[in-house]
């Protein structure tokens, strides 16, 4: 989970009804059935994007995103097999490196610096960005006998014709028949949802507005993936499809991703044998994405560089592919792995530092649960914890970023009204929540709840949270904010563990709020805590009961511990660096100042033991 600058959006329903691609004429032939020689790919130099989008009204075509996707914090959404595969792409960055002449020696932990681990990365865990690099490339995944797909290089150039245009909104799917049954993976497909967000799957649409992620490739449904991202055919640019017994041809002409950084023109055709054709225009500006193949529900990935495709590469029995980034990332299930290479499986949670940014321009810092069989609060039961080198004990891992970009003074305020303590604190209290619900009536209510449904809303009186929200005031007939990110709630106690319902006391959200000073700034329930606001509403009281009665019972039950929390700190220093001893010693005076945080953020109740063993 992710402090991540990033607000969340309502999910929008896909319009199922196909247009015309042109003032009412359609780029197919009669009946939508392609023509004989449709099925052959055009050269690059004709891709039919250009001449389809030209007689596109120009209506179609917005210039800029209205509204940002990105926001003042967040949280991170990914599936914790992203992490898994991460770990696959780290070992092929390293091992071409290797290839190429260019061997480092195997990250390592060094002797370490009081309570705080040291592991020098000299390559292996640091991954270097890996821009998009398809442009003019055609792949063919040739089903193998293992029952997954090997790769083969195909021609580049799309094929002609594109048929008709699908009316797909943001964040929108339309189911589609196939014109035969496709083998993927083992199983028959008769039909195929095609999303918006450049891929398509099978047995459900993916319309969800989580990171468009690897991890979210590989636990989500069976899936094909041509260019995996956050578009908006609603921007610009259509999705054409041509459905025939002989192929079924989803084309990506110029779509725009929803901030419009850049537009993808690419083409996937499934065919009857059970191959999958992938085709890339250079016209692609969008670095950032995921090209794959996933069966759904798995951690088995085979990373590939899809560019280096020139005789048939395997792909074994699972999902394959390549994820691309325009920025570096942290391989955490490696560093996991190496820390548990020389200390002991007894901590709850690794908090990871860098010294060098390894989170995308839109991340502060967070968390992801690998293990949790906690029942009643809203998360996932999850046991990914082996991944990770860990005999049980790991139930989530934190990734704090750069120590640079946190104040000495660790109670400075950094990142709006929080302090480094209280950013440490809200990750380390993700791993319980904040995704509570409660019964509003006959139904489940989220209305108290802010950004991705994973914080306190603004509007929420959460006693100060550090998992945001805010302490209100109810000044009768209006409110007022006070200060911000203090302590866990009530509410956040309970999904702890620390407080039974009969100690959790009302807590109340302000409905149809308006904002009466400061006038010049816009809230809604996604934005982070600011002190100091005032505004009308009406208070709706929220009770533990009706939390029960949404979420069920915790189990195990509230009240029932633990009561200690156990943390190892972890120092990850980048290629070619040696641990600074100011850092560390910054490091220290956080680690230590941490403890003392903590239990005062849950009322005495809990401890938290960051020392190494």
């Known amino acids: ?61 917005v210039a800029a995103a209205p509204v940002s996707k990105q926001g003042a914090l967040g949280y991170d959404v990914r599936d914790a097999r992203e992490f898994v595969g991460l770990h696959q792409v780290a070992g092929r960055q390293h091992a071409l490196a290797a290839q190429q002449g260019t061997p480092a020696e195997a990250a390592a932990v060094a002797p370490r610096s009081g309570a705080i681990a040291v592991i020098r990365d000299d390559g292996a865990l640091v991954m270097s960005a890996n ?12 089903p193998n006998a293992q029952g997954g797909y090997d790769v083969v290089p195909a021609s ?79 921007k610009g640019g259509g999705v054409f499809l041509s459905s025939t017994a002989n192929a079924f041809t989803v084309t990506w002409c110029g779509v725009p991703d929803f901030d419009n950084t850049g537009k993808v023109t690419a083409q996937a055709a499934l065919l009857p044998d059970g191959a999958v054709e992938m085709r890339f225009d250079r016209a692609t500006t969008l670095r950032n994405g995921v090209v794959a193949l996933a069966p759904g529900s798995t951690t088995a990935f085979a990373a590939l560089d899809l560019s280096a495709a020139t005789s048939t590469t395997p792909g074994g029995a699972g999902a394959l592919g390549e994820r691309f980034s325009a920025e570096s990332a942290l ?48 998360a996932d039961s999850m046991d990914l914890a082996a991944q990770y080198g860990s005999a049980g004990s790991l139930s989530s891992v934190l990734l704090m970023d750069t120590l640079t970009k946190y104040p000495s003074d660790p109670t400075a305020r950094v990142n709006g009204e929080n302090t480094s303590l209280s950013l440490i604190a809200h990750e380390t209290g993700h791993r319980w929540g904040a995704t509570l619900r409660f019964r509003d009536g006959e139904g489940t209510s989220d209305a108290w709840l802010g950004r991705q449904l994973a914080h306190w809303s603004f509007f929420t009186d959460s006693d100060g949270s550090v998992l945001e929200g805010n302490e209100i005031e109810d000044l009768g007939g209006s409110f007022r904010t006070g200060a911000a990110s203090l302590r866990y709630s ?124």
């Not at 992801?368 to 029942?375: E, L, P, Q």
């Open 1 to 61: 989970m992710r402090l991540r600058i990033r607000a969340a959006r309502a999910l929008l329903a896909g319009a199922g009804a196909l247009l015309a691609a042109c003032g009412g004429s359609s780029l197919s032939s009669p009946g939508g059935a392609s023509s004989p020689t449709a099925s052959t790919p055009s050269s690059s130099a004709s891709n039919p994007c250009s001449s389809a989008l030209s007689m596109l009204p120009t209506a179609t075509e």
């Open 131 to 142: 821009s998009f690099d398809l442009g003019d490339v055609g792949l063919r995944f040739e």
């Open 331 to 378: 391989d955490l299930v490696g560093a996991a792995r190496l820390f548990y290479s020389q200390y002991s499986d007894r901590y709850d949670q690794l908090v990871f530092w860098t010294d060098t940014r390894v989170t995308d321009a839109g991340t502060f810092a967070y968390e992801s649960t690998v293990n949790n069989s906690i029942r009643g609060i809203g």
């Open 156 to 234: 580049g150039g799309f094929r002609a014709d594109l048929g008709r245009r699908l009316s797909l909104a943001d964040d929108a799917a339309s189911e589609q028949p196939l014109g035969f049954a496709f083998p993927f993976f083992g199983s028959r497909q008769g039909s195929a949802f095609v999303n918006s967000d450049g891929n398509l799957t099978f047995t459900r649409g993916d319309v969800a507005t989580d990171d468009r992620s690897l991890g979210r490739v590989l636990s989500g449904p069976p899936r094909t993936a041509l260019f995996f991202a956050d578009l908006d055919p609603s």
């Open 490 to 613: 009530p509410f956040d106690l309970y999904a702890m563990g620390l407080v039974r319902e009969s100690e959790v006391a009302p807590a109340f959200h302000v409905e149809s709020p308006v904002i009466t000073e400061p006038t010049s700034a816009a809230f809604s329930r996604e934005s982070a805590p600011r002190s100091g606001v005032t505004m009308t509403g009406t208070a709706r009281v929220v009770t533990i009961a009706q939390v029960v009665a949404a979420m069920g019972a915790r189990s195990p039950a509230a009240g029932s511990g633990p009561f200690s929390h156990r943390q190892a700190w972890i120092y990850v220093t980048s290629a070619g660096h040696a641990a600074d001893a100011a850092a560390l010693s910054k490091l220290e005076a956080f680690r230590s100042a941490f403890e003392g945080f903590f239990a005062s953020a849950t009322g005495g109740r809990m401890t938290v033991e960051t020392r190494l063993e």
